[in-house]
Nanobody, 124 residues
């Protein structure tokens, strides 16, 4: 069973960049596809990005195209989410999730393992 811990969130000015990290432990990291979701107050959890076990394929939700980049370092058991040109509408709690599926789903109900989340706030 894998445990996930996110970090790197914070309060930033619109237009800034952030890199979120998600450190995994307790499992064989390279057997999991990894994803990022986000949830803003009053809204459903939204798929942001996913990456396959080897890192060879990435997927992005519609709101993430162009400004978000997901990557992973299997030697460090860590997945990253780079967010550039932050907008106020990016404000949310960002969660990482793990799945043993080879092709990660965009449906949050498909994921068994979740981190506790990290808050990202883009505000002037």
């Amino acid at each position: 069973q894998v445990q996930l811990v996110e970090s790197g969130g914070g309060l930033v000015q619109p237009g800034s960049s952030l890199r979120l990290s998600c450190a995994a432990s307790g499992g064989t990291f390279n057997t999991y596809s990894m994803s990022w979701f986000r949830q803003a107050p009053g809204l459903e959890r939204e798929f942001v990005a996913a990456i396959t076990r080897s890192g060879g394929t990435t997927y992005y939700g519609g709101s993430a195209e162009g400004r978000f980049t997901i990557s992973r370092d299997n030697a460090k058991n860590t997945v990253y989410l780079q967010i550039n040109a932050l907008k106020p509408e990016d404000t949310a709690v960002y969660y990482c999730a793990a799945t043993s599926a080879a092709v990660p789903s965009t449906d949050s109900r498909s994921y068994l393992y979740w981190g506790q989340g990290t808050q990202v706030t883009a505000s002037s």
